[in-house]
């Protein structure tokens, strides 16, 4: 199994300003993955990212949008930028080890 | 392209009842099937997870059926309690794209 934490927990902020999220695992994983879930609306999967290489975007979601880091095997960051009201979502890390695991999600509202 | 499709959208119970949630999907051609129970504004917890090659997995009072032929699977909660109200989410791993695709939901009250 793999423990998933991310910070914040949940964030109210301004249109226009950025925020980074943060996802630790408890172990190293080759690729992890952030979704965005909207309001009353299920996953969608933003990007992929794995050590040492960029990460990998889904149809309609751009790095300029959606910077991702991957330091190393146990973390990775997702920025969401230049925040709208639209962005307001639960934002999910996770990893696969044979089952998918989720961190507890980060509630992000826009005003 | 994959799409998987969760019937009913929600569901309302007393406790004690056996429920089913159904989860269809369109293209055979995956890996496993998973299904998930979401708390409003929390994470997902994993509760089943069904290889392609497999039929069903049973947790305690929760089953899993699959047929992949048909492409669907179903979640069979037996003796229902207010403690399992919460959203269940389906999602296929595609062969195809090696990504996982969910399904919309259904959100369960289980009345006492």
């Known amino acids: 199994s793999a423990v998933i934490s991310q910070k914040p927990s949940r964030d109210i902020c301004q249109r226009g300003t950025s925020l980074t999220i943060q996802c630790q695992v408890d172990?190293?994983?080759?690729?992890m993955f952030w979704y965005r879930q909207q309001p009353g609306q299920s996953l969608t999967l933003i990007a992929t990212a794995n050590q040492g290489s960029e990460a990998t975007y889904e149809s309609g979601f751009v790095i300029d949008k959606f910077p991702i880091s991957r330091p190393n095997l146990t973390f990775s960051t997702l920025t969401v930028s230049n925040m709208s009201p639209e962005d307001s979502s639960i934002y999910l890390c996770s990893v696969q080890s044979q089952v998918q695991f989720f961190g507890p999600g980060t509630r992000l509202t826009v005003l | 392209k994959q799409e998987v499709t969760q019937i009913p959208a929600a569901l309302s119970v007393p406790e004690g009842e056996n429920l089913v949630l159904n989860c269809s999907f369109t293209?055979?051609?995956?890996?496993?099937l998973q299904w998930f129970r979401q708390d409003p504004g929390k994470g997902l917890t994993s509760l089943l997870l069904i290889q392609s090659s497999q039929r069903e997995q049973t947790s305690g009072r929760l089953n899993a059926s699959l047929d992949k032929s048909s492409g669907r699977s179903t979640l069979y909660i037996a003796a229902s309690q207010p403690g399992d109200s919460a959203t269940y989410l389906c999602?296929?791993?595609?062969?195809?794209?090696?990504?996982?695709?969910f399904g919309q939901g259904t959100t369960l009250q289980v009345k006492p």
């Open positions: 999602a296929v791993y595609s062969s195809n794209t090696g990504k996982l695709i």
């Open positions: 293209d055979s051609a995956i890996y496993n």
């Open positions: 172990s190293q994983v080759t690729m």
